[in-house]
């Protein structure tokens, strides 16, 4: 009975393929590389599946993907990836201290009788379809291959990510 070259499996007769591992019956032997040198040559050859506009956009999401892509080996060397992972962190420490600062003129708004829940309820609105649309809209820029800037925080972001 033949032997599969490549992996030494039993062959049946007449076998065009190894049932094994699939090797074509008859093809030489693969050679597996030796030496420290596949390692990393192996590592860079492979594939994230993620694409750098991809991984911009998802850095949005929350602070995770961001924190993320900012420690993560193929992501943390690519500027444009680091910049929206940046600006995501940023942007969500600006919200939760906007989001502090509205409870605060929430609570003095509440000791207006109706006009003050009104307004409250207003702000709450505005600010929350805002910063919705705005959130959106960064990671439409990121997945576009676009690097939209916010105001204050897209500096800091340009700042880190250059380093």
Same mark, same amino acid.
């Given at each position: ?14 076998a065009g393929f190894c049932g +094994?591992?699939? &090797?074509? /019956?008859?093809?030489?032997? &693969? /050679?597996?590389?030796?030496g420290p040198a596949a390692g ?6 492979? +594939?994230?599946?993620?694409?750098? $506009?991809?991984?911009?956009?998802? &850095? ?27 600006? +995501? ?9 906007? /989001?502090?600062? !509205? ?27 805002g910063g919705f649309a705005l959130?959106?809209?960064? !990671?439409?820029?990121?997945? $576009? ?15 880190? &990510? +250059?380093?």
């Open positions: 009975m033949a032997a599969c070259t490549k992996c030494g499996a039993p062959l049946l007769e007449g +094994s591992c699939g &090797a074509p /019956v008859g093809a030489p032997a &693969a /050679v597996p590389p030796a990393p040559a192996a590592a860079t050859t492979g +594939s994230s599946g993620l694409t750098p $506009n991809v991984a911009g956009a998802l &850095a949005y999401f929350t602070i995770i993907p961001a924190i993320i892509f900012l420690v993560v080996e193929p992501y943390n060397k690519d500027r444009f990836i680091k910049f929206h992972a940046f600006q +995501s962190l940023f942007f969500n420490l600006a919200w939760v201290v906007l /989001v502090i600062g !509205m409870m605060i003129v929430g609570f003095i708004l509440a000791w207006i009788p109706v006009i003050g829940w009104i307004l409250d309820l207003l702000l709450w609105l505005a600010i929350g379809l959130w959106v809209y960064t !990671m439409y820029q990121a997945y $576009n291959e676009k690097k939209f800037m916010l105001p204050v925080i897209g500096k800091l972001a340009e700042q880190q &990510a +250059s380093r």
